[in-house]
């Protein structure tokens, strides 16, 4: 039996929290949200590749905060969820300018991991591209 805490909705309820928490800059929020371990690879149009750590990505959010950003765009295109045991994985394509100051098209590989009774984002691979592509 499908335990209600790992199905395909449960993920899109987890993503959509991590959306609006995220686009708001809700570090305290995000700190709870985003595993211990967490790392994340932003691919930008260049080809350079940029990683973060859990606390340096919270340092990202938190500079943007002090900057008086107070929302990103919250639009996203949903691709794939895909849960096995206590890993999940979503793919989507999000818009927002929260990693360069330019808008621009992310395309998104999430991995999520269910650990003491709440699922945490533990992998972000991220391909930024222009929007007109």
């Not at 708001?24 to 691919?43: G, M, N, P, Q, W």
Request: net charge negative; charged share 30%; glycine share 4%.
């Amino acid at each position: 039996m499908i335990k209600s805490t790992h199905t395909k909705e449960a993920i899109r309820a987890a993503m959509d929290n991590l959306i609006e928490r995220a686009t708001r800059f809700d570090v305290d929020a995000l700190e709870s949200i985003y595993h211990k371990d967490f790392h994340t690879t932003l691919v930008n149009p260049d080809g350079t590749v940029s990683a973060y750590d859990k606390p340096e990505f919270i340092a990202h959010f938190r500079r943007q905060a002090e900057e008086g950003k107070t929302k990103l765009n919250n639009w996203a295109e949903w691709h794939d969820f895909h849960v096995l045991g206590d890993s999940a994985v979503c793919v989507l394509t999000r818009i927002h300018s929260g990693m360069t100051g330019e808008e621009m098209k992310l395309l998104c590989n999430i991995e999520w991991r269910y650990e003491n009774g709440r699922w945490q984002v533990l992998r972000e691979q991220i391909f930024l591209r222009p929007l007109n592509t």
